[in-house]
């Protein structure tokens, strides 16, 4: 497993509910003491947010006895995803996916979200596909569909709710025109408890940023603000000249839309986002508590997709090429990196930002991934791959790491996220 080395802090853990027999369907009989009326399959949470690991068992079998398990899924396109592992029944004739090896599948060891994250499509290749449920504002929860199957039958099935946003939660679209920003604002169900408020600042795609997270935030009882700061309605075209003044617009109108009492947002930042969080924190740090850092870079870098102007501007002047001061920063500061990203040197940009200190005196901290790659920063438990087409010249990007290492990268910093955010 690619474990993260860290400088202030320990890998998070994830706990683990008990289980509860969720399904099973009766097969055919077999030359045994026991048919096939006997297997189960369990799950632990049926119904869970998205981003929640489950515990997967299947039991009643034959010591020893073979079994395959698939997944299915549908994107928003409706073509179909699939996971599949192959197992021997232990001892006792249970198969427990947090701790068995597939004998063959989609994913090799054991791991309890295997048959999710490794999922691949019905066409096209596994690493250039990104599997993409319809986004949470038009539907707010996802179908798995598990199936067991011995001897070439299935003998027991059961379907997963993968919920974004729970009961309550609120989505509304943000315009330039009515609200001076653009994006979308999600609110925890009324009556909960809020938490601190996100600000989420995608990368090179401008926006909107990230519908996913965003929708598993709020439903943690997170405002958030999914931001779009170029290549959207009303918003500049390319990456260029974006005022820094609209930055904190958007950090104002969470505060307010939050409610009392609310807490400095954290803002979030993913690749190119994560050079405007930092001069968001830096220079209004009145209006912004923590950070967080996925594959950032600690300079600002030109504009993109052409490079001839510069990405950022404070007081209509061009913030020229820098290494970003930390120092005003009022919170924390958590970088995230890969150690094998393959569109910039991230480890090295984690390293010195984590060397940095804040208002207060206390030190950065940084999270890398040794063998990860660039795409991080989203939720866990989806089917990600490793090549994106440059939106220009339509070249193959590639964005490094391994489909497991990426996983397991995003799983263990999005529960080290989620931990600063409830801190």
């Not at 807490?263 to 967080?292: C, F, M, N, W």
Request: overall charge neutral; aromatic content about 6%.
């Amino acid at each position: 497993m690619t474990k993260p080395r860290t400088r202030t802090a320990a890998a998070a853990a994830v706990g683990l509910a008990l289980l509860l027999t969720v399904g099973c369907s009766s097969g055919g009989e077999r030359n045994s003491d026991r048919d096939n009326s006997d297997v189960q399959l369990r799950v632990d949470k049926p119904t869970a947010l998205a981003d929640e690991p489950v515990r997967i068992q299947v039991t009643g079998l034959e010591a020893g006895q073979k079994v395959k398990v698939t997944s299915q899924a549908m994107d928003y396109e409706g073509m179909k995803w699939t996971g599949r592992a192959e197992f021997a029944a232990d001892e006792k004739g249970t198969v427990d996916l947090n701790r068995a090896r597939p004998r063959s599948g989609t994913y090799e060891k054991a791991d309890g979200m295997g048959l999710f994250w490794s999922m691949e499509p019905a066409k096209g290749d596994p690493d250039e596909s990104f599997f993409a449920p319809k986004w949470p504002q038009e539907q707010s929860s996802y179908e798995v569909n598990l199936a067991v199957e011995t001897d070439g039958e299935q003998v027991a099935a059961e379907r997963l709710t993968r919920t974004w946003l729970r009961e309550g939660a609120t989505h509304r679209s943000l315009t330039a025109a009515k609200d001076g920003v653009v994006g979308t604002l999600y609110l925890p169900a009324a009556g909960t408890e809020r938490r601190t408020p996100v600000l989420n600042l995608g990368g090179s795609e401008g926006g909107p940023s990230d519908p996913y997270s965003a929708a598993v935030w709020a439903s943690r009882g997170h405002p958030v603000l999914a931001l779009c700061y170029f290549g959207c309605p009303e918003r500049p075209e390319n990456l260029a000249r974006i005022e820094l003044d609209y930055f904190a617009s958007a950090a104002r109108l969470l505060h307010k839309e939050a409610g009392a009492p609310a807490k400095r947002p954290t803002v979030i930042g993913t690749s190119r986002g994560s050079e405007a969080a930092q001069l968001l924190a830096q220079y209004h740090p009145d209006l912004v508590h923590d950070v967080v850092l996925f594959s950032p870079s600690e300079n600002t870098n030109p504009g993109f997709p052409i490079g001839r102007e510069p990405a950022w501007t404070k007081d209509g002047k061009a913030i020229e090429h820098i290494t970003i001061p930390l120092d005003r920063v009022r919170g924390t500061v958590l970088a995230v990196a890969g150690g094998e990203d393959g569109l910039w040197p991230t480890e090295d940009s984690v390293k010195r930002i984590a060397e940095q200190r804040g208002a207060s005196g206390q030190q950065h901290r940084s999270l890398t991934y040794d063998d990860a790659g660039h795409s991080l920063g989203m939720p866990p438990n989806l089917p990600r791959g490793l090549r994106f087409k440059h939106p220009v010249n339509g070249a193959p990007i590639k964005t490094g790491g391994t489909r497991v290492a990426n996983e397991q990268a995003r799983a263990d910093s999005w529960a080290q996220t989620l931990k600063l955010l409830q801190g």
